[in-house]
């Protein structure tokens, strides 16, 4: 298990799955001032776009159990609330990139500007975060491909950002990595956001029940209050998705291109191995 601290992030060495997890979980712990209040903010936008939909699908929060009567509304309402995912977590990554590309290449303390927009590449990131959510607004229509389509989208903004290549091709070369060793990249992807989905509705109804049940919560506040909790919620639960993501793509290139070797390298002669990293002071 990786130490806590800066020099613990990212090991130049591949990871058992439990050390992913703790690396993703202490990537998200050193940039929490960042990524929390960023992903609060795109998860309440989330909430206010999903909540027509849910109107017309007639599902009751904090739930949104579906109505076997509107079924078609329900099944396009969860098509949008992937591609919204999908959207947010690519937005993220690039943030979660820079940082770990930088704590890979220089693992001594400093302190990130991640929202400094000097090499972040963030136009071609948010075009690549509508193709990743258009990927999965399609793939979530037809059940089943949601599970191919969120599998093989973990590396997309990664390679943007670090390896500096286009939308289209990162899309290729997400696919790619995440198929390798057997496919491992994506059921590691597909594991992680198992484990956040169960966590996420669990905290959210437990919430919001707990409230209800106690006599804190009126009716009419059920709604806001339901809102905000899932925007709370997720708010912790995207970044450290998004985490994740960036600690599997330079695990992956770790363990299968050799990337250990650059770095250490670079590390020896002082010349840059991943460009850009997050701007330091």
Not at 208 to 234: D, R
Not at 265 to 278: E, K, Y
Request: glycine share 8%; net charge positive; with cysteine.
């Amino acid at each position: 298990m990786p130490d806590a601290g800066p020099t613990a992030v990212l090991p130049l060495r591949p990871l058992t799955v439990g050390e992913l997890v703790d690396s993703a979980v202490l990537l998200l712990r050193d940039h929490a001032r960042t990524l929390v209040p960023v992903a609060v903010v795109l998860a309440g936008v989330e909430q206010l776009l999903l909540h027509p939909l849910r109107l017309v699908a007639e599902v009751m929060p904090p739930a949104y159990l579906p109505r076997l009567d509107e079924l078609p509304a329900y099944w396009f309402l969860l098509a949008v609330g992937a591609a919204c995912e999908g959207v947010v977590v690519a937005l993220l990554g690039n943030l979660t990139a820079r940082a770990a590309g930088t704590v890979l290449v220089d693992p001594a303390p400093r302190v990130h500007r991640l929202l400094h927009p000097g090499g972040a590449r963030f136009p071609v990131t948010v075009l690549a975060a509508g193709l990743a959510g258009a990927v999965m607004f399609v793939s979530a229509l037809v059940l089943p491909l949601w599970v191919v389509g969120f599998a093989l989208l973990g590396s997309v903004v990664p390679a943007i950002v670090l390896d500096r290549v286009g939308p289209v091709r990162a899309l290729w070369r997400s696919a790619t990595l995440a198929l390798r060793n057997s496919g491992r990249a994506a059921a590691v992807r597909l594991l992680n956001y198992l484990v956040w989905w169960l966590l996420r509705i669990g905290l959210a109804i437990g919430a919001v029940t707990g409230l209800e049940s106690a006599g804190l919560l009126a009716p009419e506040w059920k709604l806001p209050v339901a809102l905000a909790v899932w925007t709370a919620v997720n708010g912790v639960a995207y970044p450290a998705l998004a985490c994740l993501d960036a600690v599997v793509y330079l695990e992956t290139r770790i363990r299968t291109e050799g990337l250990d070797i650059a770095v250490g390298r670079a590390r020896q002669t002082g010349r840059p191995a991943l460009t850009p990293t997050a701007d330091r002071r």
